[in-house]
């Protein structure tokens, strides 16, 4: 995972910025069609369907399908998947807690941002999930600034987590962001003393994306070689920005018309 081997952090140029900000807008708008059409009885197909059709009409790519063999636009991950569900017959359920995850290329740069979608009536402990898992981004993202240490968004995540008594998953981390979908620097949501931990300089662009989950933060990978689900069966929700470091403060690239 990481490591202390120096790794090379691209900074992105206002120019840059702005195609990173275009990709990542069609990210937003793509979660929030899907957020709004899915329900229960419809299969994850339609839903992985209706992601492609959308990005595609606005003139991007999905990023996700061909990625390492990856066969979909979307990864959808539902209670106890984590990350990295294959799209399929399965069909949502009411009371499923359901993780959209969304890349998109435009133009040479690459948008990625995730969200956890209640359907129908949850319940309240997978609510309080949900949010102390979105909030712990926001308190990552806080971080995000010049001056900064990559280890302050790892801290700030694994600290507002752990307060309300759920875990951050260790497998999988997020990651520096821009003419390649994975760039460095992996960005852990745990505090490690020996993870690389670089001064954050103004033109970096990091999609943070914290997966907690209800019990232990240990999962295991099932034999499609993709799905992530939570040893103990537990529930896991995933929220992700990208965002880029500015002297003005974050600003959170896949944010709906937004800074
Ligand atoms: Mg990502």
New binding site residues.
């Given amino acids: 995972m990481c490591s202390r081997v120096a790794s090379v952090i691209v900074l992105k140029s206002d120019a840059e910025l702005n195609k990173l900000y275009a990709a990542n807008q069609i990210v937003a708008r793509t979660l929030r069609l899907l957020s709004e059409k899915i329900e229960p009885g419809m299969t994850t197909a339609a839903l992985d369907a209706l992601a492609e059709q959308t990005i595609r009409a606005e003139g991007a790519e999905p990023a996700f399908k061909g990625y390492h063999g990856f066969p979909s636009a979307l990864c959808i991950s539902i209670n106890e998947q984590v990350v990295h569900g294959i799209p399929g017959k399965r069909r949502i359920k009411n009371g499923d807690v359901v993780s959209l ?1 969304v ?1 998109v290329l435009l133009d040479g740069f690459y948008g ?3 969200l956890t979608v209640p359907v129908g009536d949850i319940a309240p402990a997978a609510r309080k999930l949900l949010r102390v898992t979105e909030e712990s981004l926001y308190k990552g993202i806080e971080k995000a600034v010049p001056g900064g240490r990559l280890a302050d968004i790892s801290a700030a995540v694994q600290q507002h987590v752990e307060d309300h008594g759920f875990s951050v998953v260790r497998d999988f981390v ?2 520096g ?1 821009g003419r390649s ?2 760039e460095d620097p992996q960005i852990p949501n745990f505090y490690s003393p020996a993870a690389f931990n670089p001064r954050l300089k103004a033109g970096m662009v990091l ?1 943070l ?1 914290p997966m907690v989950n209800q019990g232990t933060h240990k999962v295991r990978v099932l034999h499609d070689g993709w799905t992530a689900v939570t040893q103990d069966g537990k529930l896991s929700a995933h929220y ?1 920005h ?1 965002v880029a470091v500015t002297a003005e403060g974050p600003w959170i690239l896949s944010r709906l018309d937004g800074r």
Wanted: aromatic residues 0%; without cysteine; proline residues 0%.
């Fill in positions: 995850d890349g990625d941002a995730a997020g990651h962001i979908l994975h999609a994306e992700e990208t």
